[in-house]
């Protein structure tokens, strides 16, 4: 009996240590023309593509009074992460319903394994804009 019970103690040990700590870490500017904007809902994900799996919410924050923002988020996967970035904003939007949506792919070399040692800084964006990755979102 002991000897199943620690057998299934080191299966699970085993299998628990396969699924790495991993992560990715964000930060930037935006500004809506020459202003700062604040308050824009940023989220950090890991996409789970081809797994069957729920993507995995990293870190979310809003930008402060300065426009500007860091996110840095973890996770256990077995295979790498896909980490991505959206940011939710209603810059120069007028009365449109819901808020401009813009995603942004996180290169694989960003990604750390418990501690961010290096931040992917994606500079300052102006949402004035238009990006290849932008749509609308109403639920976020």
């Not at 980490?83 to 290169?107: A, M, N, R, S």
Request: one cysteine or more; a negative charge.
């Amino acid at each position: 009996m002991n000897y199943c019970f620690a057998s299934i103690i080191v299966i699970s040990l085993g299998y628990s240590l396969a699924f790495r700590l991993q992560g990715v870490a964000v930060k930037g500017k935006l500004a809506c023309g020459d202003k700062p904007w604040k308050n824009a809902k940023i989220k950090l994900y890991d996409i789970d593509t081809n797994q069957g799996d729920a993507d995995d919410l990293l870190d979310e924050k809003y930008t402060d009074k300065d426009g500007e923002f860091r996110v840095d988020g973890t996770t256990r996967e077995l295979t790498p992460i896909d980490p991505v970035l959206y940011i939710y904003h209603d810059c120069e939007d007028g009365i449109k319903p819901c808020q401009k949506k813009i995603t942004f792919l996180i290169p694989k070399k960003f990604i750390h394994f418990g501690t961010a040692t290096q931040w992917m800084d994606i500079g300052e964006l102006n949402l004035e804009l238009t990006y290849p990755e932008q749509d609308r979102s109403c639920y976020h």
